[in-house]
């Protein structure tokens, strides 16, 4: 069985790509997502107020809280039993080197390995103004789960981190290379412009450093990032 979730939310295209990709990998696939988008979330959870868990059709719910949120709720409400994965995303943007603090789409995936529970997270980066082919993504994605019996394990309290790169339609027929790499550690580009309203974020992601063959370099390299990441 595996579990899907994401931080884009249930209606998002991202997802349902995973949906078409985990289908053609397993038999039994489970959605349950946020109703809301809570990109840039992190790992928060909800305690302060009654959480809901709607099944919206068959094997797809939805819940009314964060990524980590519905990771918890589904297994503790739904009888699912032990995953062979669960699978968080796939993001619409990168989630490269120390995007992992602040991702819901992480978030998620920590959330099950936190439980003992294999899991990857996976994101599509793009550029700004371009749009996202998410069938590309769907068939990289399939890629990626048909490799993965060929990676070394993943140890207690591990779990995959996979970002996408942003290909010229004309370059995406072939999947790229899955290259395993460290994760990035270098800090975002901490440019901000003063508005009305206060101080807004205008750093560029394709600027931000990035240290030789690491995530980042990879990914914006144009080969599958995969990474390995804690839970501490």
């Known amino acids: 069985m595996l579990l899907l979730t994401n931080d884009d939310g249930f209606d998002a295209d991202g997802i349902r790509a995973l949906e078409r990709a985990a289908s053609r990998w397993r038999s039994s696939v489970i959605t349950v997502a946020p109703v809301e988008p809570h990109s840039g979330c992190g790992h928060r959870v909800t305690v302060d107020r009654p959480l809901v868990i709607e099944q919206v059709e068959e094997n797809r719910y ?3 809280g964060t990524p980590a ?3 918890r709720m589904a297994f503790a409400t739904l009888d699912l039993g032990q ?4 699978l968080s995303g796939i993001n619409a943007g990168g989630n490269l080197g120390v995007d992992i603090h602040h991702s ?5 995936a920590r959330e099950a390995a936190l439980h003992g529970w294999p899991a990857m997270a996976l994101s599509q980066y793009h550029r700004r103004g371009q749009p996202i082919d998410w069938d590309v993504a769907a068939s990289w994605a399939e890629a990626v789960f048909a490799a993965v019996d060929d990676f ?5 309290g591990e779990f995959f981190n996979i970002n996408f790169p942003h ?3 004309s370059q995406a027929d072939e999947p ?5 790499c460290d994760i990035d550690p270098s800090p975002l580009p901490m440019h901000f412009v003063q508005e009305n309203d206060g101080w807004m974020y205008r750093g560029k992601y394709q600027d931000r450093p990035r240290r030789p063959d690491s995530d980042v370099d990879v990914c914006f390299g144009g080969q599958i990032a995969l990474s390995r ?3 501490v």
Not at 104 to 108: E, I, L, N, P
């Open 229 to 231: 990441a804690r839970v």
């Open 62 to 64: 939805r819940v009314n």
């Open 167 to 169: 290909l010229e339609h």
């Open 176 to 180: 790229p290379a899955i290259v395993c």
């Open 152 to 156: 070394e394990p993943l140890k207690d």
């Open 69 to 71: 949120d519905c990771v």
């Open 83 to 86: 995953p062979d994965w669960v």
């Open 104 to 108: 819901g789409t992480v978030a998620a």
